[in-house]
């Protein structure tokens, strides 16, 4: 007797990152209830399954979706505001001034919708959120049906979210507490980063941390800058700051990280710290480099984040997953660093591991979570393929991004978003760029 399922999805590869560097030609996917049941050779699949529905993609790979490890996606609407500046001017004089004059609910759901829809129409499926208002994100990710990882955030300055520090920390668990157990969210604190936040914040992070079993998302090491503030504040570097407050162990997603010593790469990989690599971004706001290759050879696990649109300008994973393996090589002055099949890995289970969702998503495997991606190969701009997995690295882009599933449930059917009205999303994104564009500048006449 035939095995009833709810979706079958036939593609000419089936590439399922575990185990790594596996390509299985003419196979099925079976999906029921939201989890995979199995992953078959097609033939095998259609004698052993009665589905209610078949997704058959000849020519297309489908890969696991991709984790953005790294992002503020409420600023989808401030993509391109300031561009072609260093870190603290932009921040300083164009974002921060920008964000305390918009910042509010509207402004987190609209933005965070448009970047759901980015994200999805580039394979996306999950992500790791820092921003404010975290529950309105959470509220807008649930709405959306959208698997996200929502930042609590800590900062030792007010803003349209919180007034005082121990406010911060009163919504954050006020937050964390009404959305505990939702299927598509999960928590992290999210501290801006150690040049904002304080000692007594840290450790009251790191005590929560462990207590509510929660990551800490934090940017470090983003900048020289940054580091030589801290010699001078702290009388040490960011992260031997952070390990001083009990930080650095494996709760610790440590974003950018471009300024590490030979100690500090060991340290990392021997507490278990994960890094999130945003290569773009660093590269747009000439940050530095992170030195991802080294970093993999220590055994750290390295995943890949878009940051946000203001710095990127994009919520491209595809594009990501191809500047991270090319600068790789280029850092570590070696062709084979950050191989195709372990660029594709750090752009998918590699990002889930650090959520602490490696049982739930990353890979193509029985019992795990249908978040999927499929990748059209039939452009002439992609013939011929020799190797699948080279091909989605070097060679593919988002725009062949043919479906996705998150769930098992439809979000990109044959290039279209599923329950997305495209017009009305972007008429509210225009709506907001004429506000955004009506405000006082820096050196503009008052």
């Known amino acids: 007797m035939l095995q009833a399922c709810d979706l079958l999805i036939e593609a000419g590869w089936v590439v399922p990152v575990a185990p790594k560097g596996a390509v299985l030609a003419d196979h099925a996917v079976a999906v029921a209830g939201g989890r995979i049941l199995a992953v078959l050779p097609r033939a095998e699949a259609r004698a052993r399954f009665l589905p209610?529905?078949?997704?058959?993609?000849?020519?297309?790979?489908?890969?696991?979706?991709?984790?953005?490890?790294?992002?503020?996606?409420?600023?989808?609407?401030?993509?391109?505001?300031?561009?072609?500046?260093?870190?603290?001017?932009?921040?300083?004089?164009?974002?921060?001034?920008?964000?305390?004059?918009?910042?509010?609910?509207d402004f987190i759901a609209d933005g965070i919708e448009l970047a759901v829809a980015e994200m999805l129409r580039g394979g996306t499926t999950a992500c790791n959120e820092n921003y404010f208002?975290?529950?309105?994100?959470?509220?807008?990710?649930?709405?959306?049906?959208?698997?996200?990882?929502?930042?609590?955030?800590?900062?030792?300055?007010?803003?349209?979210?919180?007034?005082?520090?121990?406010?911060?920390?009163?919504?954050?668990?006020?937050?964390?507490?009404?959305?505990?157990?939702?299927?598509?969210?999960?928590?992290?604190?999210?501290?801006?980063?150690?040049?904002t936040v304080s000692d007594a914040s840290f450790e009251r992070i790191a005590m929560l941390a462990a207590q509510l079993d929660l990551p800490v998302h934090?940017?470090?090491?983003?900048t020289a800058q940054e580091i030589e503030d801290s010699r001078r504040e702290h009388g040490q570097r960011p992260l031997a700051r952070l390990d001083r407050l009990g930080l650095v162990?494996?709760?610790?997603?440590?974003?950018?990280?471009?300024?590490?010593?030979?100690?500090?790469?060991?340290?990392?990989?021997?507490?278990?710290?994960?890094?999130?690599?945003?290569?773009?971004?660093?590269?747009?706001?000439?940050?530095?480099?992170?030195?991802?290759?080294?970093?993999?050879?220590?055994?750290?696990?390295?995943?890949?984040?878009?940051?946000?649109?203001?710095?990127?300008?994009?919520?491209?994973?595809v594009e990501e997953m191809r500047h991270a393996a090319l600068l790789a090589k280029a850092v570590a002055g070696d062709a084979r660093a950050l191989d195709a099949a372990s660029a594709l890995e750090a752009a998918t289970l590699a990002g889930a591991r650090a959520l602490g969702l490696e049982e739930e998503i990353g890979s193509i495997e029985p019992g795990k979570q249908a978040d999927l991606a499929?990748?059209?190969?039939?452009?002439?701009?992609?013939?011929?393929?020799?190797?699948?997995?080279?091909?989605?690295?070097?060679?593919?882009?988002?725009?062949?991004?043919?479906d996705v599933w998150i769930a098992g449930r439809p979000r990109l059917r044959d290039h279209r978003l599923v329950d997305v009205d495209a017009g009305a999303l972007g008429a509210k994104a225009r709506a907001w760029a004429r506000r955004i564009a009506s405000l006082p500048r820096p050196g503009a006449p008052a």
């Open 249 to 317: 162990d494996a709760r610790l997603i440590a974003v950018h990280m471009t300024q590490l010593t030979e100690g500090e790469i060991r340290l990392c990989a021997e507490r278990g710290v994960h890094i999130a690599h945003c290569p773009q971004s660093n590269l747009k706001l000439a940050s530095g480099f992170c030195p991802v290759e080294a970093l993999r050879r220590a055994g750290a696990n390295v995943g890949i984040g878009t940051d946000g649109c203001a710095s990127n300008n994009d919520l491209d994973m």
């Open 218 to 222: 934090c940017h470090v090491h983003e």
């Open 133 to 195: 208002f975290p529950d309105v994100q959470a509220q807008t990710y649930a709405r959306l049906g959208f698997r996200a990882t929502v930042g609590l955030p800590v900062i030792e300055f007010p803003s349209p979210w919180a007034r005082t520090t121990a406010e911060y920390f009163d919504k954050a668990l006020e937050t964390f507490d009404a959305w505990r157990g939702h299927p598509l969210l999960r928590f992290a604190f999210a501290p801006h980063a150690p040049y």
């Open 374 to 402: 499929c990748i059209e190969l039939s452009p002439l701009e992609l013939q011929p393929c020799y190797h699948v997995i080279s091909h989605l690295v070097y060679a593919a882009s988002r725009r062949d991004v043919r």
């Open 52 to 105: 209610a529905e078949v997704v058959s993609r000849p020519e297309g790979v489908l890969i696991p979706g991709l984790v953005n490890l790294h992002t503020h996606n409420p600023m989808t609407l401030l993509r391109g505001v300031a561009d072609d500046l260093p870190l603290m001017p932009w921040l300083q004089e164009h974002i921060w001034p920008i964000e305390g004059a918009v910042m509010a609910p």
